[in-house]
């Protein structure tokens, strides 16, 4: 009604020919109105149209998608609702608001990013002037769209860490108007929120491990073991076993010792067999070569601090948050990192192996896409960046090198060319009107069968010859695709073929492609840390990717409150 009536001023006749005129109608109007609607009530509300105005206009929080949505978000649900006051009448759930803050940091954000000390404060000691209320009104609702939407989605963005990530996280606050009203009305805001949390097994049991390693660090760690000759041998001497014990004490790869043999000094300096065991335990947990063997890989990963660790079990529960609300019943996971797959139908766990997936310099990428048909006995077509990258310049090198690999060239129409009959040096990888190609066979790059998800990359799962790589504890081997350590398991479930139906298609040495009943969607991803209900399992950060997030989750949310209104 209100400005409604300032409309009707601001276009009359009086007020357009006579601008002193209109402008004492305009403050008759806000006088008429703000004893109609009752002063502090219309105070309030043109202090929180002052707050979104200036939040508006301000440019330094206009630099970003992020700052530029929230605050959008803000300005068009308080528009839509003519700047009324949602809170004024809610102290029960500032309070259910506050609490949904403060156990963010269960989940590895900061509570800090909500307006948590200065909720607190007003909480505390309600203001009483309409501005500082109005503030207030902002302050609760921004904390509630951010918070709902950094459990819904994850806080950092994925595409500005990765531009090739293509799992949709939706508008940012889409829907979150609606749902805000929502909860309010019904009391349920507590309930609500934690609704938004992921219920996922490996997000929760991921949550109870940055638990138990907060405390870890709460009671300071455990000591750093210093450098020195790789301890390999049952019964071998070395001033760190005490060290290495106690180590291995605090993260339960190993039971305390309880002294009750007087002998013990005389062997408390021996690497033995329950230390042996131990370290294994703490390898198998760590991506490591399960050896009992302390050398330098082992030793860094163990002077990894509690800290740290915990760090990286927050970077993960984000990179969770990106994709785990989107997991369909059925599904393939590869985790790049972890180099490893598992295959979940209808919920449950059917298959999982051991992969190697690309070498730094051939990053597999992280996308989502369906698996959609299978190919027994394929050729393999050498992909451009490998063209380009390595195999052309070691053509021109030494044309030994394709006999060396077995590759076939190839020309327009489909025929073999004697590759002596080419000028290799006068073609680049763009201008070369050849493919190289590798017939099916036991030397095929791809081995006997590879899994086809069509992609931009040119990304695959596939079969190899070379299976003793499977045996390295890091498997980061591939020019990109990935390679799987039993790939007939999986097309034999994929397919419900017997083995026996698979070998007879294997044994005819024929390509042959076989249609999946319904694509599965297969999801690449990049996960340093992984939980079940017992341990958390770190991996390598082999492509070093785990820093950008935990530099984007650190950086604070801009929100600039407004100083003062002239109202």
Not at 24 to 38: P, T
Not at 319 to 345: C, D, H, M
Not at 435 to 456: E, H, T, Y
Not at 476 to 481: D, I, L, N, P, V
Request: aromatic residues 10%.
């Amino acid at each position: 009604m209100t400005l409604l009536l300032l409309f009707i001023l601001a276009l009359s006749p009086v007020a357009a020919s006579d601008a002193s005129s209109g402008t004492q109608r305009v403050a008759e109007a806000r006088a008429a109105a703000s004893k109609s609607e009752s002063g502090t009530a219309y105070e309030l509300r043109e202090g929180i149209r002052c707050h979104i105005e200036q939040l508006e206009e301000d440019a330094a929080l206009h630099s970003g998608r992020d700052r530029v949505a929230f605050n959008a978000l803000l300005a068009d649900f308080y528009r839509s609702n003519e700047f009324r006051p949602v809170w004024n009448k809610k102290r029960s759930q500032v309070k259910a608001l506050l609490r949904a803050i403060r156990s963010s940091e269960a989940d590895g954000l900061r509570p800090r990013d909500y307006h948590l000390s200065s909720i607190e404060t007003f909480y505390h000691d309600s203001p009483s002037e309409p501005f500082l209320q109005a503030r207030y009104e902002l302050l609760l609702s921004d904390a509630a769209f951010k918070l709902a939407y950094h459990l819904l989605h994850g806080k950092v963005d994925p595409e500005k860490i990765d531009s090739n990530w293509n799992i949709s996280r939706g508008t940012n606050g889409d829907g979150l108007a609606d749902w805000l009203l929502d909860v309010l009305e019904s009391n349920s805001l507590e309930e609500s929120m934690n609704a938004l949390r992921p219920a996922h097994p490996q997000y929760t049991h991921l949550k109870k491990g940055l638990a138990r390693y907060r405390r870890l660090a709460d009671e300071g760690g455990w000591n750093s073991i210093p450098e020195g000759p790789s301890l390999k041998k049952e019964g071998q001497y070395d001033q760190r076993i005490p060290a290495l014990r106690r180590r291995l004490e605090i993260t339960g790869e190993i039971r305390p010792l309880v002294m009750v043999d007087t002998s013990f000094a005389s062997t408390a300096l021996l690497y033995n067999r329950d230390l042996i065991e131990a370290v294994k335990r703490f390898q198998a947990r760590h991506g490591l070569e399960v050896d009992g063997a302390v050398g330098p890989k082992t030793l860094r990963a163990l002077n990894v601090s509690a800290s740290e660790r915990v760090d990286q079990i927050r970077v993960n529960l984000d990179r969770y948050r990106w994709f785990i609300q989107k997991l369909e019943p059925t599904y393939i996971l590869v985790n790049i990192a972890g180099f490893s797959i598992q295959y979940i139908k209808n919920g449950e766990l059917a298959w999982r192996s051991r992969v190697i997936v690309g070498e730094p310099f051939w990053k597999t990428p992280v996308f989502k896409a369906d698996m959609q048909y299978i190919i027994f006995n394929p050729s393999w077509n050498v992909p451009p960046g490998i063209l380009r990258k390595e195999a052309l310049p070691a053509i021109k090198k030494s044309p030994g090198y394709l006999a060396k690999h077995g590759l076939q060239v190839i020309d327009s129409n489909g025929r073999s060319v004697h590759p002596d009959s080419i000028e290799w040096a006068s073609y680049n990888a763009g201008s070369l009107p050849y493919r190289l190609r590798q017939p099916p066979g036991a030397r095929n790059a791809l081995g006997r069968v590879k899994f086809m998800f069509p992609n931009k990359h040119l990304v695959y799962l596939h079969d190899t010859p070379g299976k003793h790589l499977f045996d390295k504890s890091t498997r980061a081997f591939s020019h990109g695709c990935i390679r799987l350590q039993n790939p007939f398991e999986l097309a034999s479930i994929l397919l419900g073929w017997e083995d026996k139906d698979i070998q007879a298609v294997v044994a005819k040495e024929k390509t042959r492609t076989v249609h999946l009943s319904e694509k599965i969607p297969i999801f690449l991803l990049y996960l340093t840390a992984v939980a079940n209900d017992q341990s958390v399992f770190f991996s390598n950060d082999v492509y070093k990717r785990d820093n950008a997030v935990l530099r984007a989750l650190e950086k604070p949310y801009p929100y600039k409150t407004v100083e003062s209104c002239a109202f």
